[in-house]
């Protein structure tokens, strides 16, 4: 059985291409449904502002990794224009990615906390449709303790960073003082819940928060200490502040350029700033043409949190030398799992092939008495132990799947089978 991966992330794709991969939970459902159907054995989908990955099961990697490009190709256009900004990994390299990607060694901010509950919902997402079973419980399972064990033996999460910690980061290097300064959150999720209690922190003037359910608004302007608007009031809350931070989980843009253009006028031209961390992006890209107007996007963040990256090289190093050990341990795990059902091929074969010697050899010797037949009989078995001893103390230390492969190629190969077939014809 191989793991694969097929994905494009922020150090692959620019956001305009990975918004229009980006799978929500809904789409998932059904993404998941269509990679079963064309012989995915197991599958799971991580989708995120940063990263859309597809990790599918199957005995052939090249089928397996086709099947994916070709679901997603469905959805992006066309094949040839998405391999520019994927990856497919396959095995120890798909293990690998999935144990950085979980303990956030390849977030935008390295050590960035929300990916591994992200990539848990992901995995009790595919569980509970079916899509994921006992293979990938398995890994993904390794991941979450992988994750654990970075965090616990290094500092890579002390003073955890994120993406809307960054967006406070970014409205500071804007406006300096932030504390005369009104904001409208737009969206009730966690990436906006975080930054607030960042935003908190800052002695904000005043926070105004909307939703599409007002009700979700007011809970969180409740925590917060802001106040809560109808989402249809939109257009005058933009007259009314400094900036926006913006992340819902639409698909299409909730703010336009013709909305803000009309704000602006009655702003009198006075400078609006909108920091949208959202995946689809919630503002239009055309709002960054309006004069006075300051759109930043999740990948503007980008080379705010490479400052922050000097801090936890050392931590990276140390975390990256645990996802090694752990990559190998997991490999050499796996092959044992397969490793008696091969150990016992190998000897059914071998003692089938001992014992088809062993009689020709004795219907030549016409008439050997039972002590002749009894040393015959221990002579091959001794032979056979001998000649299959090595491999299997092999196996036994390494089982990776490259050892296992070669083993089984040199001990249960059809050219052998062959070998003997054609030798035993020929006398």
Not at 164 to 169: I, Y
Not at 223 to 233: N, Y
Not at 234 to 255: C, F, K, N, Q, Y
Request: with cysteine; aromatic share 6%; charged share 30%.
């Amino acid at each position: 059985m191989h793991l694969i991966v097929l994905g494009l992330n922020h150090n692959t794709a620019p956001l305009d291409i990975r918004e229009k991969l980006f799978i929500s939970d809904e789409a998932a459902a059904g993404l998941l449904g269509e990679l079963k159907a064309a012989g995915a054995g197991e599958a799971a989908v991580i989708s995120t502002c940063n990263r859309t990955e597809v990790y599918v099961t199957g005995a052939d990697r090249a089928a397996s990794g086709r099947t994916v490009m070709d679901a997603l190709a469905g959805r992006f256009g066309s094949a040839d224009s998405l391999f520019a900004y994927t990856y497919l990994l396959s095995d120890e390299e798909a293990y690998r990615h999935l144990f950085l990607v979980a303990s956030g060694l390849d977030s935008m901010v390295i050590g960035e906390p929300q990916i591994l509950g992200q990539v848990k919902d992901a995995y009790r997402s595919a569980s509970g449709s079916g899509a994921a079973g006992p293979f990938l419980d398995k890994v993904f399972n390794r991941a979450f303790q992988v994750a654990k064990r970075v965090r616990t033996e290094t500092r890579i999460g002390y003073n955890p960073v994120s993406i809307s910690a960054m967006a406070v980061e970014l409205a500071r290097k804007i406006f300096g003082d932030l504390q005369r300064k009104q904001i409208l959150v737009v969206g009730a999720g966690e990436m906006c819940e975080i930054a607030l209690k960042h935003f908190r922190k800052e002695g904000l003037g005043e926070v105004l928060v909307t939703n599409r359910t007002f009700g979700a608004a007011q809970q969180l302007a409740e925590q917060i200490i802001g106040t809560a608007h109808p989402f249809e009031a939109m257009a005058d809350l933009l007259v009314r502040v400094d900036m926006v931070l913006s992340s819902t989980g639409s698909e299409r843009p909730i703010i336009d350029k013709p909305t803000v253009m009309d704000a602006m006028k009655k702003r009198k031209r006075r400078p609006l700033f909108f920091i949208d961390i959202a995946v689809p992006r919630d503002v239009e890209p055309a709002v960054n043409d309006i004069g006075n107007v300051y759109l930043y996007d999740i990948d503007d963040l980008k080379e705010l949190s490479q400052a922050h990256l000097s801090n936890r090289i050392e931590e990276s190093r140390k975390a990256h030398a645990i996802v090694d050990e752990e990559v190998r341990k997991f490999s050499l795990w796996l092959g044992r799992l397969d490793m008696n059902p091969v150990i016992a091929r190998i000897r059914e074969r071998l003692d089938a092939i001992r014992d088809k010697e062993l009689k020709k050899t004795l219907q030549k010797l016409k008439g050997a008495d039972a002590e002749t037949v009894r040393q015959l009989d221990l002579l091959t078995r001794s032979i056979v132990n001998k000649i299959v001893h090595p491999h299997l103390a092999a196996l036994k230390e390494d089982g990776s799947p490259a050892v296992l492969e070669l083993i089984k190629q040199l001990l249960l190969g059809e050219e052998d089978e062959k070998e003997v077939g054609d030798r035993d014809e020929g006398e």
